[in-house]
């Protein structure tokens, strides 16, 4: 009887090494295709904004700008000094106290605010940009580009 005891511990005991060796892969397999999609829906969640992708060019007397992506323009060029600021969202220049401007922040999807520095240039982010400052050296007559993202690339 102990004999087989011991045997049906050992069939037992086999069974289940059976069912772990089958059962382990799928739990693996199960965990890594959630895991995939919980990094999609984070990778979400740090880009929120809609893209966009602008081309900026420091000018003697102001500041030129290229809509190349995600803008309803094409060309934005204006006189400012260093030190001055001004708004910018998908459909172009907004006043700082523009009372359009509470109806246009709702309905833009990006919106910045560009300062002229001694230096070159100072962006910040108020809405649809994962940055909320940028800035960088720009001499006169020298062009860079810019995204939601923040990424400088020509």
Not at 58 to 73: E, F, M, P, Q, R
Not at 84 to 102: L, R
Request: net charge neutral.
């Amino acid at each position: 009887m102990h004999f087989n005891h011991y045997l049906y511990e050992k069939e037992t005991s086999m069974h289940i090494n059976n069912f772990l060796k089958s059962v382990i892969p799928v739990l693996l397999t199960i965990s890594l295709i959630i895991s995939g999609y919980q990094l999609n829906g984070q990778s979400n969640l740090t880009n929120p904004g809609p893209k966009f992708k602008i081309e900026i060019q420091n000018t003697k007397n102001g500041i030129s700008l290229g809509g190349i992506d995600g803008c309803a323009w094409t060309t934005l060029a204006f006189n400012i000094e260093v030190g001055q600021s001004q708004n910018i969202d998908n459909f172009g220049m907004v006043g700082k106290n523009d009372p359009t401007a509470v109806n246009t922040f709702s309905h833009s999807d990006f919106l910045f605010s560009i300062t002229k520095t001694k230096d070159g240039i100072s962006l910040d982010g108020i809405k649809g940009t994962s940055w909320v400052h940028l800035s960088f050296t720009l001499p006169v007559g020298k062009k860079t580009v810019f995204d939601e993202s923040g990424t400088k690339a020509k």
